[in-house]
């Protein structure tokens, strides 16, 4: 999948894309089916909702799952990212973010660049997010909401939030909001949601600020992220778990296009559970000096 000259330019004024129905609904199905089971386990990598049980994210799925493994790999995804970035991507992060009907909290505002940044010591915006739908994202399951080319304003300041949610975020400040959402156009267009089918895709820059709602409806809202790093960008401190930020480099070997439809061969290292060594962290390595 290669991007227009017009989608280049579109993506460099907002900072992202919209691929309504990327996927199709037998492809997504494929995914979907695989998610409950993941959901189930009772492994650090499935971080709960604050006093429930209802997963906000899944980590990792692409090291021990046959069907996440083969999107990590996909071309109508990996494709365009590594164009705009005119080099190898391995993947810094991959989720399955639950915003489950009636109990997905929220996510405050942010930059993920902010936390790569902050957390891992990620040299600089050279990494991507792409989000896939594998429910319909509607007006009342907490549709991701972008500020429109925030993404211009580089690194902005940013907090670190322990305490609103059960994953800590770096967070940016309401006023700062107010001046982001003032610039790009208030109430006509100052905030855009973007909503569509399963299947749906959207590329999104580093820098861009964005959050969702929490899901008071009675649809489950179900998305795959994942961020896609330049090789040369790769993290330089491991804060925080390998489950959460990946410390293998390799770049990504595309699988052909109909492989969420046939069984390709992928590798599943972790299918026989995850190592420990992917809960150790360089701080754990200072405790013990």
């Not at 399955?96 to 996510?107: H, L, P, Q, R, S």
């Not at 982001?180 to 399963?198: H, N, S, Y």
């Not at 929490?214 to 179900?222: A, E, F, I, T």
Request: proline share 7%; with cysteine.
């Amino acid at each position: 999948m290669q991007l227009s000259p017009q989608q280049i330019a579109d993506f460099d004024r907002d900072g992202y894309l919209f691929f309504p129905g990327q996927f199709s609904p037998e492809e997504t199905r494929t995914l979907n089916a695989a998610v409950p089971e993941l959901y189930s386990r009772q492994e650090a990598y499935n971080v709960r909702e604050k006093g429930s049980q209802a997963v906000r994210t899944n980590f990792a799925a692409h090291l021990y799952s046959e069907p996440f493994a083969r999107l990590a790999r996909h071309p109508r995804m990996v494709e365009p990212v590594q164009a705009l970035f005119g080099e190898k991507l391995y993947m810094h992060q991959f989720k399955i973010n639950g915003k489950m009907a009636f109990e997905g909290d929220v996510w405050q505002w942010h930059q993920d660049y902010g936390t790569w940044l902050n957390d891992d010591q990620m040299p600089t915006e050279r990494a991507m997010n792409v989000a896939i739908f594998l429910d319909e994202v509607n007006a009342f399951n907490g549709p991701l909401m972008f500020i429109p080319g925030s993404h211009k304003r580089g690194v902005v300041d940013a907090r670190h939030d322990l305490t609103t949610t059960s994953y800590p975020l770096w967070t940016v400040d309401n006023d700062l909001i107010r001046q982001l959402v003032a610039r790009a156009g208030g109430l006509q267009g100052g905030i855009v949601a973007p909503t569509g089918p399963a299947g749906s895709m959207i590329l999104f820059h580093s820098c861009l600020v964005h959050a969702s709602t929490s899901n008071l409806s009675p649809w489950n809202r179900v998305s795959v992220y994942l961020s896609l790093c330049a090789v040369s960008n790769h993290i330089r401190r491991f804060k925080r778990p390998e489950y959460i930020a990946h410390r293998d480099f390799a770049p990504i070997d595309c699988l052909p296009d109909d492989c969420l439809l046939k069984p390709y061969p992928v590798a599943l290292p972790w299918a026989k559970g995850m190592p420990a060594s992917a809960l150790q962290t360089s701080l754990d390595e200072l405790a013990a000096a």
